[in-house]
């Protein structure tokens, strides 16, 4: 059973991008959301900028600095096996547990001409794909691997299911909830100012 309880603040790490790192770092994550926004649309599905990347392209209007990861999210009714198939054949899989119908926990990797993992100055370009599954009025997705319980993170129902737009990030055109600003809010404590040391998440929970 999942408790909806606060767990207060928790350190954070970013990794350190070394000088000159950072732009390409940044356009090769830029070349992966626009491979991932070719492959949703062929599926139909309906996704949007999550956590530190829509942070990064509404406060920074940009990504983060040194923060290497990319974040989505997407409703569970999305999730196909097909997509998944896809999504497997375009980058590598580093993280996976659950499944499709039960809190699957999904993140790959960019890949290289060679096909094995892209890396930038000791950097892989990975990503998180934040699946949402509606329980009471919420929508929950989960961070756990195979065997493990949380965390789990969530959203109001009403600001998960408000639909989606488009908004430009490093001139590309991805899509946002359109209650992203809500969205933020339920997701972190005063992000409007950066934090690099340490971030309170009223929406993490434990089960």
Known sequence: ?????????????FHKVKGGAQEKIDE??????KQIKTIM????AQWFLDCGTLLGAVRE???IKNDSDSDIGIRAKYVTEDLLS???EAFIVSRSGGNKDDFLTFGFTSK???GKKLVIEGTHIFCDLNV???IEDRQVYSLRLEGKKGPFYYLKSSTVNSGTKLMDLKGVKLPV???HLDQLDEMYDNWKTPNRSKTAYPNRCTS
Request: proline share 0%; glycine share 8%; no cysteine.
């Open 177 to 179: 909830l359109k209650n």
């Open 1 to 13: 059973m999942i408790k909806f309880k606060k767990f207060g603040e928790i350190n954070e790490s």
């Open 86 to 88: 896809d999504l497997k």
């Open 132 to 134: 949402y599954y509606e």
């Open 28 to 33: 090769a994550k830029l070349e992966q959301l």
């Open 41 to 44: 649309a062929k599926h139909g």
């Open 61 to 63: 209007k940009g990504f």
């Open 112 to 114: 290289n001409e060679d």
